[in-house]
């Protein structure tokens, strides 16, 4: 007797340029009921705002910090660079002053020939060899006054440098230990939402998750997942919680049912009745 074979049909590729309207269709083709997923999602969505919350909680601080710590790191590599000119000063100096010990022979050299010339002719030559040798005398103590002036510049520029480092790093300090506070106390409420936004999402499909992570992206307050909108007397409406456009009433009870995946036609997020 011949068997069939059974085969799988092979999931299609995620895309993140996908339609609405094939996201529908995985919704009804998944062997989970859509009525849970509706709710695995709203879950999802749940966790999601209270770990944004809890980073509300630490405002500007992460980004302060981060501003502290590139200004810091600014300031010290400036610091650095003047060291390095100091002592490419100290360099000119060193160098200028083993030229004006040399300089210094050679003048001791052609006057102590000056005590032995013969003629005019080697008078004015050797004369002419020590004004060049004292020009460039003058010239190496120039170079090293020059020198000694700019590292006193450079010094002054540094212990500028130096306070507005202290002070930034008094800054950056107390800066790091509010937001450390503020994580510590945090810390084990954002464990515990993670855990639990990490198992709704593994209950969810590649592609339905990255719908979600995409919607989730795309608005403005983060939501990805809402029910209806809320009247003035705290009473569910007939409206999108998430842009408040009205919504038809057959999507109102396809919603309410909660066996039909439904999305905003105004503002792309899934809706969901509220009693899920």
Same mark, same amino acid.
């Given at each position: 007797?011949?068997?069939?074979?059974?085969?799988?049909?092979?999931?299609?590729?995620?895309?993140?340029?996908?339609?609405?309207?094939?996201?529908?269709?995985?919704?009804?083709?998944?062997?989970?009921?859509?009525?849970?997923?509706?709710?695995?999602?709203?879950?999802?969505?749940?966790?999601?705002?209270?770990?944004?919350?809890?980073? !509300?909680?630490? +405002?500007?601080?992460?980004?302060?910090?981060?501003?502290?710590?590139?200004?810091?790191? @600014?300031?010290? &590599?400036?610091?650095?660079?003047? @060291?390095?000119?100091?002592?490419?000063?100290?360099?000119?100096?060193?160098?200028? +002053?083993?030229?004006?010990?040399?300089?210094?022979?050679?003048?001791?050299?052609?006057?102590?020939?000056?005590?032995?010339?013969?003629?005019?002719?080697?008078?004015?030559?050797?004369?002419?060899?020590?004004?060049?040798? +004292?020009?460039?005398?003058?010239?190496?103590?120039?170079?090293?006054?020059?020198?000694?002036?700019?590292?006193?510049?450079?010094?002054?520029?540094?212990?500028?440098?130096?306070?507005?480092?202290?002070?930034?790093?008094?800054?950056?300090?107390?800066?790091?230990?509010?937001?450390?506070?503020?994580?510590?106390?945090?810390?084990?409420?954002?464990?515990?939402?993670?855990?639990?936004?990490?198992?709704?999402?593994?209950?969810?499909?590649?592609?339905?998750?990255? &719908?979600?992570?995409?919607?989730?992206?795309?608005? !403005?307050?983060?939501? &990805?997942?809402?029910?209806?909108?809320?009247?003035?007397?705290?009473?569910?409406?007939?409206?999108? @919680?998430?842009?408040? !456009?009205?919504?038809?009433?057959?999507?109102?009870?396809?919603?309410?049912?909660?066996?039909?995946?439904?999305?905003?036609? !105004?503002? +792309?997020?899934?809706?969901?009745?509220?009693?899920?």
């Amino acid at each position: 007797m011949a068997t069939t074979k059974k085969t799988t049909k092979a999931p299609t590729p995620v895309d993140e340029r996908e339609t609405f309207v094939s996201l529908q269709k995985n919704f009804a083709d998944s062997e989970q009921s859509t009525q849970e997923k509706l709710k695995v999602l709203f879950e999802l969505q749940a966790a999601d705002i209270a770990i944004d919350d809890l980073i !509300h909680l630490r +405002g500007e601080l992460p980004a302060e910090v981060a501003i502290l710590e590139e200004e810091l790191s @600014g300031l010290k &590599a400036k610091s650095e660079r003047i @060291g390095q000119m100091i002592e490419g000063y100290n360099q000119t100096i060193e160098a200028a +002053g083993k030229q004006i010990v040399e300089l210094d022979a050679e003048i001791e050299k052609y006057r102590a020939q000056l005590e032995n010339i013969s003629n005019s002719r080697e008078f004015d030559s050797i004369n002419k060899e020590l004004e060049n040798q +004292g020009l460039l005398r003058a010239i190496a103590e120039k170079n090293i006054g020059e020198a000694r002036q700019a590292i006193e510049d450079r010094k002054i520029d540094r212990e500028r440098l130096a306070d507005r480092i202290l002070i930034r790093e008094e800054d950056l300090k107390a800066k790091q230990e509010e937001l450390a506070t503020i994580v510590e106390s945090t810390a084990k409420e954002e464990k515990a939402l993670r855990a639990k936004r990490d198992a709704c999402a593994a209950k969810i499909d590649e592609r339905t998750l990255s &719908a979600y992570e995409r919607i989730r992206a795309n608005a !403005h307050n983060h939501l &990805a997942v809402v029910t209806f909108a809320k009247n003035s007397q705290g009473e569910y409406s007939d409206a999108c @919680g998430g842009c408040f !456009h009205i919504i038809t009433p057959q999507r109102k009870i396809d919603i309410s049912t909660g066996k039909k995946l439904v999305i905003c036609e !105004h503002c +792309g997020r899934i809706i969901v009745n509220p009693d899920i």
